[in-house]
């Protein structure tokens, strides 16, 4: 009995990030026997113990202490305590290698992540995740007009991304820009807003899907492929101020074969720009798979003479990881570097692409089920009710070591210590599962907020239609759809 509870003790304190005590206090609960009054009676007296203060923190190594004993009748007692690691959780977990193109080294094999970190990354994701479906919704329902590119699947590269530089970075993408414009700070009500095209819009109502900006932030570019060279020209403007800012310029498999991308890969190898060129490769350019249209589907080797690496785009952490080693070989003065995240889009490549011609649905839903880690991961993580939600796309899946549940948990332990009411009484109180749920409460109110202030702001009216052509510029006229009709432009 001793060594089994041990056994628990240890993997109960790995997979939640707490201390496990295992001792006896029959008071509490009995596990063989009904309690007997005096034991409810002193229940009534006895509470868990406070954890100590921060500087009094035992090492990790004597987090767990182990108790058993046999009373009269009782059998042996479990308390699970409040652990110190409520307060400061961390740990360290394997991520998938990279494969690497002129480079020595890769980015690290293992990542830190805090319980902040993960409630932060699984916030950003569930809210562009959030975000694109109200969009989408919005679109059917014919308040969205015109071009709409949605970026639901592929939310663990633009928190990755945002996660690995500095605010002061920055980033160029194509016309699939409505994560990183949400990651770039731009409020989920001004993205929507402008989707619709009113006032509030990020840009005024005027820009739509396609055009969104922010400082730092240089848009979705809704000619494909344009915004590679561009973003290795804010590089350039980063390395003629020497301000060891880098640029992050994205791209799709689609716009890789463009023949500008080698001229900018060129210029940025022989002037050693600190550019990081992102492929975000969501397997299909518009309807045509990848395998069709590029003789070499290798695009992290598409730099040729530039180092690349090939990431798991569908893994925050490693997104994480390998931006960061991007990031720091681009600051140390070794020039460009080009990256392929692997991903996936679930919704077809515009609105007006349904998305399932020229994949099937199994397809799709292979892909949600086996490399999207947002919905219900955590059931198959914590099996006995711990958790019954996620912590992110991506960091649920973390949440036990490697074997730890089934070694420990699934014969037969689980269900005789965790089930009978005791894994919710004491295992993750309110830590996870309901901060979890709060976000997600958070997060809808936030998106159903954002969609009526979108359906209700007014558009922009007529005479501010040419506003802001050009920075800090006297008025001038500009002609309108014929040349006795005039309009005026305003910085």
Known sequence: MKNMLAVLSHALCRITGRTVLLIDLSEYVSLTSPASAASVSAKAQRQPPDPPPVSARAPAAELVSVHVDRTDGAGARVVVSRSFADFTPHATFDIKKCDVHRLEDGPPLQAELTREDGLKYYRIMQTVRRMELKADQLYKQKIIRGFCHLYDGQEACAA????????????????RAHGYTYTRGVAVKEILAELTGRKGGVAKGKGGSMHMYSPHFYGGNGIVGAQVPLGAGIALACQYQGNNQVCVALYGDGAANQGQLFETFNMAALWKLPCIFICENNQYGMGTSMERASASTEYYKRGDYVPGIRVDGMDVLCVREATRFAADHCRSGKGPIVMELQTYRYHGHSMSDPGVSYRTRDEIQEV???????????SRCLAPGIASRCLAPGIASRCLAPGIASRCLAPGIASRYLAPGIASRYLAPGIV?????????????????????????????????CNHLFHNSPPLEVRGTHPWSTLKSVS
Do not use: M, W
């Open 368 to 378: 949600r089920t086996s490399r999207c880690l947002a919905p219900g991961i955590a």
């Open 160 to 175: 990755g991304i945002e996660a690995a530089i500095n605010p002061s970075d920055h980033l160029i993408t194509a016309y």
């Open 433 to 465: 599962t309901t901060q979890v749920q709060e976000i997600d409460i958070a997060i809808r109110k936030e998106v159903e907020e954002a969609a009526q202030f979108a359906t209700s702001d007014p558009e922009p009216p007529l005479e501010e239609l």
